[in-house]
């Protein structure tokens, strides 16, 4: 601003000044309106953050932006997985409404609404859903909303909610990079990447596809700071592929305590890149002088990657919340949130109200004065109440339905329902005679759902169930139903869908159908350490066989490096085989892998052994099958679903 400049400001000032304050209002220049920018994260967990208590990641920007607005400490995604979470932003609709309730948004069919299977192999209890694969264009989305209303719109980052004609450009966006619709970066993190020729979108080697990103963002507002803009920065960062820098990977490194829980060099170092992005992208506002007139937003899809482990460290650690992404629990749907309203929402306020993914659209909405398209609905409701200072939301209850099961987490198809503390989760045909299983936790006093009331609280099981069925009813979401030809396995021992077992003349017979046959049992004795596991089998089939332990409190179940080879003999003869396994911890299931290909496998006897040779337990089949490890646990705990990993 130039001196003359300065003058001219200054004197319409004291002119209005001078007039009646109704006047001088009528008279001043009509404020312009909010720009919005909305931060997503892709799979960073509830405590991914130093701002949410963790000591390990270094998260400077974020508790930046914390300062400048409300930290929501019980903010819940509509899904523990990315493409239905957001589904649910762009459209405030639960993901059940939508038809999209799994990240299926990349597969190159074109699948619009959801559906049931109509079979299913017999390891599997219940008939899962399928999701729908596209955001149909018939949803009028929040993009499109803003665009009619002005905006500029530019989308930076991953989107997975289908590709063209089913890319942000179709959906209300002006700008779109990289216009890639997978669910990832393409091939890494940093260059070189892969994205298709066509994209032309290519790194010098050694380049941060969230450095490149922060810097086409940082184009964007500068582009538009003199015109109303919303931009969606849904970041790549912390899905996978995991790689970093490899210098943040060393500073993460050194500083890595092996007793801790969070202790990751790799991801350590993508978390410090992604929050480096919202430095940049806070900066320029600074910049441009547009941080006292711009909203945002920081939130995160789902819950963070426990499941996975990089060398010897899990991916992270959402304690004190139970599980992770792909999970009902706290750990899958909790998320970290940040709202910024210069002037309206107090910075560095924090509040406890329960919010959900479907309320972003109602509320930005609110906050900037639009109102609603004629006929348009929403299952979210708006938040502007708990911005300026309200406790709590007139609403009396949020949902979560994931009908389908990750073998990776030991997901079984299930929903539930949060009303002010109580938490109701229905896992769907998961108890005897096919009837649901329910666990009832006390989220006020048990954060990390660890003790189940459902069976000492038949009533509130039954209220809150009513408000499931009423939600599985007004959404009309697609159910997992019984399947039919389900089989509850031999003397405890499951098949996968590679492996039909049946028990003939006194042997267990194991059909390989494919190339990854597999049986599990958790009838397993409580022990801890070493033991020997041995079996006599005969075999037509091909390939080395595996064993795998599971250990109380370890999750994924099974994984390989919790697995012996073994090396035996596919000649149609009987052969015994004894190996030794190195249990750490308690054990709590076993899982056999007798062969890589098709063909017959029989078993007369297996066998698990201490180390001083007493037998622990030993499946006969010729002869009545042995107790279960733990009689407290009922026998439909666990669906067979649950003992299945791809190791």
């Given at each position: 601003m130039n001196r003359r400049e300065f003058l001219a400001v200054v004197g319409a000032g004291a002119a209005a000044a001078a007039l009646p304050r109704w006047l001088a209002a009528a008279e001043a220049a009509p404020a312009r309106k909010p720009n919005v920018l909305f931060i997503l994260a892709d799979d960073l967990g509830w405590r991914d953050t130093s701002l949410y208590g963790s000591t390990f990641y270094e998260t400077p920007n974020?508790?930046?932006?914390?300062?400048?607005?409300?930290?929501?400490?019980?903010?819940?995604?509509?899904?523990?997985?990315?493409?239905?979470?957001?589904?649910?932003?762009?459209?405030?609709?639960?993901?059940?409404?939508?038809?999209?309730?799994?990240?299926a948004c990349h597969l190159p069919e074109e699948k619009f609404e959801e559906t049931v299977a109509e079979r299913g192999p017999p390891s599997t209890k219940v008939l899962?859903?399928?999701?729908?694969?596209?955001?149909?264009?018939?949803?009028?989305?929040?993009?499109?909303?803003?665009?009619?209303?002005?905006?500029?719109?530019?989308?930076?980052?991953?989107?997975?909610?289908?590709?063209?004609?089913?890319?942000?450009?179709?959906?209300?966006?002006?700008?779109?990079?990289?216009?890639?619709?997978?669910?990832?970066?393409?091939?890494?993190?940093?260059?070189?990447?892969?994205?298709?020729?066509?994209?032309?979108?290519?790194?010098?080697?050694?380049?941060?596809?969230?450095?490149?990103?922060?810097?086409?963002?940082?184009?964007?507002?500068?582009?538009?700071?003199?015109?109303?803009?919303?931009?969606?920065?849904?970041?790549?960062?912390?899905?996978?592929?995991w790689d970093a820098k490899k210098?943040?990977?060393?500073?993460?490194?050194?500083?890595?305590?092996?007793?801790?829980?969070?202790?990751?060099?790799?991801?350590?170092?993508?978390?410090?890149?992604?929050?480096e992005a919202v430095g940049r992208l806070l900066g320029t506002l600074d910049e441009l002088g547009l941080a006292d007139n711009t909203i945002i937003v920081f939130f995160s899809d789902n819950g963070g990657v426990h499941f996975h482990q990089i060398g010897d460290a899990p991916v992270t650690s959402n304690a004190p919340l139970r599980g992770g992404k792909a999970t009902i629990y706290e750990g899958g749907t909790r998320e970290p949130c940040l709202v910024v309203w210069p002037g309206q929402v107090k910075p560095g306020s924090k509040s406890d109200a329960v919010i959900q993914s479907i309320d972003f659209y109602p509320t930005i909405l609110d906050m900037l004065g639009l109102a609603p398209k004629q006929g348009l609905k929403f299952d979210g409701t708006s938040i502007v109440p708990v911005l300026r200072g309200a406790a709590t939301l007139p609403r009396e209850a949020i949902f979560c339905h994931f009908p389908h099961a990750t073998p990776a987490t030991g997901q079984l198809p299930a929903v539930y329902v949060r009303k002010g503390e109580w938490k109701l989760i229905r896992f769907f045909h998961d108890g005897p005679n096919f009837a649901h299983r329910y666990e009832l936790y006390n989220l006020k006093t048990d954060v990390s759902e660890t003790t189940n009331l459902a069976d000492d609280m038949p009533d509130r099981v039954k209220e809150l169930d009513a408000l499931i069925e009423k939600f599985l009813k007004d959404s009309g979401a697609v159910l997992p139903k019984p399947n039919p030809a389900y089989s509850p396995g031999v003397r405890g021992w499951v098949g996968n869908k590679d492996a039909a077992l049946s028990l003939k003349d006194g042997l267990l017979v194991i059909e390989s159908t494919g190339l990854d046959p597999s049986l599990s049992t958790r009838n397993v004795p409580k022990h801890r350490g070493a033991a020997i596991v041995e079996f006599r089998m005969r075999s037509r089939a091909s390939g080395e066989a595996q064993v795998f332990w599971g250990a109380e409190g370890m999750t994924p179940l099974f994984i390989k490096d919790r697995s012996i080879i073994v090396q035996v003999m596919h000649d149609g003869q009987?052969?015994?085989?004894?190996?030794?396994?190195?249990?750490?911890?308690?054990?709590?299931?076993?899982?056999?892998?007798?062969?890589?290909?098709?063909?017959?496998?029989?078993?007369?006897?297996?066998?698990?052994?201490?180390?001083?040779?007493?037998?622990?337990?030993?499946?006969?089949?010729?002869?009545?099958?042995?107790?279960?490890?733990?009689?407290?646990?009922?026998?439909?705990?666990?669906?067979?679903?649950a003992l299945l990993n791809d190791g």
């Open positions: 974020v508790e930046r932006l914390a300062k400048r607005g409300m930290m929501f400490m019980q903010a819940y995604a509509a899904n523990p997985l990315c493409s239905p979470t957001r589904a649910s932003i762009q459209t405030g609709l639960w993901p059940a409404r939508i038809g999209i309730t799994a990240p899962h859903c399928a999701s729908a694969t596209r955001l149909k264009l018939e949803y009028y989305t929040l993009a499109e909303a803003l665009h009619d209303a002005g905006y500029r719109t530019g989308h930076f980052g991953k989107w997975h909610l289908g590709q063209e004609p089913y890319d942000p450009l179709h959906q209300g966006y002006d700008v779109d990079v990289p216009h890639w619709g997978g669910p990832g970066p393409a091939g890494s993190y940093v260059a070189p990447w892969k994205f298709p020729a066509k994209l032309k979108f290519t790194g010098q080697p050694g380049e941060h596809i969230e450095d490149r990103m922060a810097s086409e963002a940082a184009k964007f507002l500068k582009e538009n700071k003199d015109r109303p803009f919303f931009m969606t920065y849904w970041c790549f960062s912390v899905h996978a592929p210098e943040y990977i060393e500073k993460y490194r050194a500083k890595a305590d092996p007793r801790s829980p969070q202790r990751c060099p790799v991801y350590g170092a993508m978390v410090q890149s992604m929050d009987w052969h015994d085989y004894s190996e030794k396994l190195p249990i750490i911890g308690t054990l709590s299931a076993l899982r056999m892998d007798p062969a890589t290909a098709q063909g017959r496998i029989e078993i007369e006897w297996i066998r698990l052994r201490g180390l001083d040779d007493a037998v622990l337990v030993e499946w006969n089949f010729k002869n009545s099958p042995p107790p279960a490890g733990d009689s407290r646990a009922p026998r439909w705990a666990v669906d067979p679903l």
